[in-house]
């Protein structure tokens, strides 16, 4: 009986409020939704058709009355209408038939502005949530991954998500220094796309970038290249094609997305102070989010610092995780909400 009641009372969630996907965990259970962050509405509406996974199926392949759109952009909302009625779809998927309405903390990017903050304030508010608290992406990514943040101690994260890519250096609970550069999973498959229609005269979609991305990418030299076939529209006849493409040139279309990202890792570690760096020689560099997935990126950023660097265990959990552990800690959920604004 006790169980049920708590049942009906037990309403934390976590959100890691993602631009490629979603994920909620709820307090005592864990990880209980990974979606797209992808709706599907009725043009010229706010009428909601599909949410996660059924709406990013329809991304372009929808008739004229039903738009696919991605209402997260580089980490922040860029519709709000749309954002809150995709949250209130995840918050009602995992909180029905409670007595009380959730308190919700949710995983922000470390560089995005007041009013964008406010902005994913709102959002959940009006989503249904009793309380909102906001914690840095990196912060949460760090804890998501079991680094010792309490510890007087160096650690560093470089968390790349598809808007956006997070680092920071923490030590005693806080963040000594952090950089939020808005490249990311979708500039990998931007550049891609690019890549095919400069070279081949080849128009593909996203969803085909992304899978060439997740297939054959890679940021270092592999053992065994690999090769593909892709699919897309021929730009001078306007007829379909297929071509077959290699792993060697996809790594040098990524370079640039690339370059800005080592660039950031450069500069945090310049401006991380002595002793916290020589605590990153031994500790290193850990890599989250769905870009630490893309091959040999570990070897890359390891070869440029002179740092070891690992890639988590569940990279693309690490943020969602880290909003689970902090609902743990309500003091100090409230402290790290406080000091990020």
Avoid: W
Avoid at 261 to 285: H, K, M
Wanted: proline share 4%; charged share 25%.
């Amino acid at each position: 009986m006790f169980e049920q009641l708590k049942g009906l009372f037990s309403n934390d969630i976590g959100i890691d409020l993602g631009t490629a996907n979603s994920l909620v965990y709820v307090r005592d259970r864990g990880i209980v939704l990974r979606e797209p962050s992808v709706v599907a509405i009725q043009a010229g509406t706010n009428n909601v058709l599909a949410v996660g996974e059924e709406a990013k199926r329809m991304l372009g392949r929808t008739p004229g009355n039903i738009i696919a759109i991605r209402p997260m952009k580089d980490g922040v909302i860029a519709d709000f209408d749309i954002t809150g009625a995709m949250l209130r779809h995840f918050i009602m998927r995992v909180h029905h038939r409670k007595l009380i309405a959730p308190r919700v903390v949710v995983a922000v990017p470390s560089g995005i502005t007041e009013v964008e903050r406010r902005a994913v304030k709102d959002s959940v508010t009006n989503a249904g949530a009793r309380e909102v608290y906001l914690i840095e992406q990196p912060m949460a990514s760090a804890i998501g991954v079991g680094l010792p943040v309490h510890e007087p101690a160096g650690n560093m994260i470089v968390d790349i998500g598809g808007g956006t890519c997070e680092m920071a250096i923490i030590s005693l609970a806080g963040i000594v220094f952090s950089r939020s550069l808005r490249v990311g999973g979708d500039e990998f498959d931007e550049t891609i796309t690019a890549h095919m229609k400069r070279a081949h005269n080849l128009m593909i979609g996203e969803r085909t970038a992304e899978e060439i991305k997740i297939r054959i990418g890679s940021a270092y030299p592999l053992e065994a290249e690999l090769t593909m076939d892709v699919k897309g529209r021929d730009l001078s006849t306007g007829l379909p094609k297929t071509i077959t493409i290699r792993s060697e040139e996809i790594r040098e279309a990524l370079k640039e997305p690339l370059s800005s990202i080592l660039e950031a890792i450069r500069i945090t570690l310049e401006r991380c102070p002595p002793e916290l760096a020589a605590d990153l020689v031994d500790r290193g560099i850990v890599l989250a989010g769905g870009g630490a997935l893309l091959r040999g990126i570990d070897r890359l950023i390891a070869e440029e610092t002179y740092l070891p660097v690992h890639v988590a265990d569940d990279p693309l959990s690490a943020v969602a995780e880290g909003t689970g552990r902090v609902l743990q800690e309500l003091q100090f959920l409230k402290r790290v909400a406080s000091s990020s604004g």
